[in-house]
């Protein structure tokens, strides 16, 4: 059987200006990544999207058309880079599921504030790279979550947690009430789970499927973004 491969952005986009001049960094674990004009487009293609790579170099292709990208690699090259880099994550496997497991087990669920301002500078800042209006416009939209996503939500604000992690919450039962420590405890409280070993460990707990798809959905309609643990 055939593996899939799924690709996705991580990282939140910021607009910097130096002396007249505007670039584009994506911020991500407290620390910032400079991009040239390629990788900035691509990197666009593939935010607050699940996708494998033949639909990223058609996303790719729409918002890079009639635009002079220096350097210019080619879309294998470039999105091979990104992925070196850390900033763009991708996930394989024998099944969608699996493909989809891989690429967001070990990735940190960092949700999008609700305050008006915040929603406001984000909808300008996805029109500055290249994100249509109607698109970025669904940041304003009233979200209609389940619960289980309710309780993603709940839990990732009060400490950074990956998608693995979120699987032992729901598995453990960690209540939206406890605190950063106590959530981390329950998470590790015993001797075989590690931090090393969680994303192997929960890929096959009762729960995973049903809570790595309400991460993905949420993802999707611009909730959450993604991070990665920097070096």
Request: proline residues 4%; aromatic residues 10%.
């Given at each position: 059987m055939a593996e899939?491969?799924?690709?996705?952005a991580l990282g939140h986009f910021r607009c910097r200006h130096d002396k007249g001049r505007r670039y584009p960094v994506i911020l991500m674990d407290?620390?910032?990544?400079?991009?040239?004009?390629q990788e900035t487009t691509l990197w666009t293609a593939l935010c607050w999207r699940?996708?494998?790579?033949?639909?990223?170099?058609?996303?790719?292709e729409q918002l890079s058309n009639g635009m002079e990208l220096f350097p210019r690699r080619s879309f294998v090259d470039c999105l091979d880079r990104l992925v070196t880099r850390g900033l763009v994550a991708k996930g394989s496997g024998t099944t969608d599921f699996d493909a989809l497991y891989d690429l967001l087990g070990g990735l940190y669920v960092i949700p999008i504030?609700?305050?008006l301002p915040l929603?406001?500078?984000?909808?300008?800042?996805?029109?500055?790279?290249?994100?249509a209006p109607g698109s970025a416009a669904a940041l304003f939209r009233r979200d209609r979550r389940t619960e289980p996503e309710r309780h993603i939500m709940a839990l990732s604000r009060?400490?950074?947690?990956?998608?693995?992690e979120l699987v032992r919450c729901a598995e453990c039962g960690v209540p939206v009430t406890a605190g950063s420590q106590q959530t981390l405890a329950l998470l590790y409280g015993d001797q075989e789970m590690t931090s090393d070993n969680i994303v192997s460990e929960m890929r096959t707990a009762a729960v995973c499927q049903s809570v790595t798809a309400a991460v993905a959905n949420l993802y999707l309609r611009k909730q959450i973004i993604f991070e990665r643990a920097c070096a």
């Open positions: 899939k491969t799924l690709y996705t407290h620390r910032e990544f400079g991009m040239d004009p699940l996708t494998d790579r033949q639909r990223a170099e058609d996303f790719y504030s609700s305050s929603k406001v500078v984000t909808f300008l800042k996805l029109l500055c790279s290249g994100t009060c400490t950074p947690l990956s998608t693995a």
